[in-house]
């Protein structure tokens, strides 16, 4: 797995957004409000995440169900993390989590890239 490496203009400025494509991506068919639970691969430390269309997807480190899109408030800390669709893709830290869980509010696919 290739470490995540951050692009670097010709004056050695880093260029945001700007990562080396990863050696190990996934892309998930999703349904709508149909979650699924992709393993987290053996020493990934970062995952980025990307959406097709402007579909939003909750996404939460470390479960393996009981994952929905939110239709009342949650309030005591638990809520999933929205990313929304249109702004993109999205880089986080995996935290030795072995899964993590994703849903979306529509029909899409979701791309997971992983970097250690």
């Known amino acids: 797995m290739l470490r995540i490496?951050?692009?670097?203009?010709?004056?050695?400025?880093?260029?945001?957004?700007?990562w080396q494509q990863a050696d190990t991506i996934n892309v998930y068919v999703m349904a709508a409000n149909t979650a699924q639970y992709p393993a987290v691969p053996a020493g990934a430390n970062f995952v980025l995440i990307a959406v097709s269309g402007a579909n939003d997807v909750y996404m939460q480190l470390g479960i393996t169900a009981g994952l929905a899109v939110p239709a009342s408030n949650i309030t005591n800390g638990t809520a999933p993390e929205l990313l929304?669709?249109?702004a993109g893709p999205y880089l986080r830290q995996t935290k030795g989590a072995t899964t993590l869980g994703i849903v979306t509010t529509a029909a899409c696919n979701v791309m997971l890239a992983?970097?250690?």
């Open 114 to 116: 992983y970097f250690s």
């Open 84 to 86: 929304p669709g249109s």
């Open 5 to 18: 490496a951050q692009g670097l203009d010709v004056f050695n400025n880093p260029l945001l957004g700007a």
